[in-house]
């Protein structure tokens, strides 16, 4: 799946470094490569920001970024009282101590 949305940007879109915008996906519904129609897109699958001012887009922007963060933060946070009981004050006994190598997918 991630080899065909590779493809995809590269076949259809500009790529960053040859002056494209970074981040940039393109339409399915506005390319002529895929050979039947793909009735949602990757962004805003259903037309939701189509009518927001760029400054609300940035806003918006800035609350996903946000929100990703304190994901990352919250799966630390558990991964952190996994491996030592009791350093997450909030997640004592609530979370199931580990005692396996945590980081082993990443090595």
Not at 43 to 61: H, I, M, T, V, W
Not at 82 to 88: A, F, L, Y
Request: glycine share 14%; net charge negative.
């Amino acid at each position: 799946f991630i080899g065909f949305l590779e493809w995809f940007s590269e076949a259809t879109g500009t790529h960053y470094m040859r002056g494209g915008v970074p981040g940039a996906y393109p339409k399915f519904s506005d390319s002529d490569v895929i050979p039947h129609p793909v009735p949602l897109n990757l962004f805003d699958p259903f037309g939701f920001s189509e009518g927001k001012s760029a400054e609300a887009k940035a806003n918006g922007l800035i609350k996903e970024l946000n929100n990703g963060r304190l994901a990352m933060i919250g799966i630390m946070g558990f991964i952190s009282e996994q491996r030592v009981e009791g350093s997450v004050p909030l997640l004592k006994g609530l979370v199931a101590h580990y005692d396996g190598e945590t980081m082993a997918p990443f090595a």
